[in-house]
């Protein structure tokens, strides 16, 4: 058996461990779902990968893999349009990104008079009795016209499908933190360091 041989017998042995390790089992439901804000609920245009909200995920009874995700993002009293201030959305699990949809176009949403994004076809392994964090993060567009320094955002997760061992698929949106928003604010780039400025001439 040549080296060559031997590496890709390697990889395969790690491929099959990686499928063993997300084997489904169980008949899974969803035991808890929250929502919080970020860390930082200050983005500045033109930010990249910026956190905007948390979501803790609870599966009872069997291990889960979550296949969809619909969130809602709303503006200010302007109800400024969402693809007018954000280019991408993401998921983030571990600090690995495991989505990322555009978003800077109405034919992006679900339901653009609302605000809704779906992401689909995520594929998210959730082992039984374990809080996993998924982040909600954002990329913001450069030059955010029409949009008013410090205007607040509200992100809320609308629904969830799952599926379990048996291959049986729920959508869960009552209960739980489902339409529970969180809320962040959003600056002109260098906006805090300008009003720093006049506050101390």
Known sequence: MTGEDELMDEDDDMMDEDDSDNTLSGEASLDSMEINSADDDELQEG????????????FT???????RMDITLTGGPDET??????????????????????????DDYLDEDAGEFRFSGLDLFFAEDEDVDVIIAVTLQNSLDGVDDGETWNVQVDALRFFDADGVATTEDTGFDFGSSESFTIEEEGGEEELYRKSVV
Request: net charge negative; no cysteine.
């Open 47 to 58: 930010a990249e990968d910026a956190p905007i909200a948390e979501v803790t995920l609870e």
């Open 61 to 67: 009874d069997g291990d889960a893999e979550v296949s």
């Open 81 to 106: 349009d969402p693809w007018d201030v954000f280019e991408t959305l993401q998921l983030w699990v571990d600090g690995d990104m495991v989505a990322e949809e555009n978003a800077d176009d109405e």
